[in-house]
């Protein structure tokens, strides 16, 4: 699986990804790459050396941008939204708030 699908994949299950860089990236991690953190109860840990081999957190963002940027998954909270520079009216159009047919 790509970096753009493991992306895709954390946006669709974790709607909280959609608002925080971090998270999706922690989550990737987690869900893609466990093989690379050592877990110490419930916190995980990595090791330096595996920073080459891991999707960094530019990445993982630049890949959410463009996931966006198509309208898909979107940012959940209005103040991430507005700070992506973000429309009030598209974004609400986006997440299906503004839907005519709802009456």
Not at 13 to 21: F, G, L, Y
Not at 28 to 49: N, Q
Not at 75 to 99: C, D, I, M, S
């Amino acid at each position: 699986m790509q970096i753009k699908d493991q992306v895709e994949w954390c946006l669709e299950n974790d709607p909280e990804t959609r608002n925080s860089d971090v998270r999706l990236m922690n989550l990737l991690w987690i869900k893609f790459y466990s093989h690379y953190l050592i877990r110490d109860g419930s916190a995980f840990m990595v090791k330096l050396t595996a920073l080459y081999e891991l999707p960094n957190q530019e990445t993982v963002g630049r890949w959410r941008r463009k996931v966006q940027e198509e309208g898909r998954f979107v940012p959940t909270r209005w103040e991430v939204a507005k700070a992506r520079q973000f429309k009030e009216e598209e974004w609400r159009t986006l997440l299906g708030y503004n839907n005519p047919s709802r009456g």
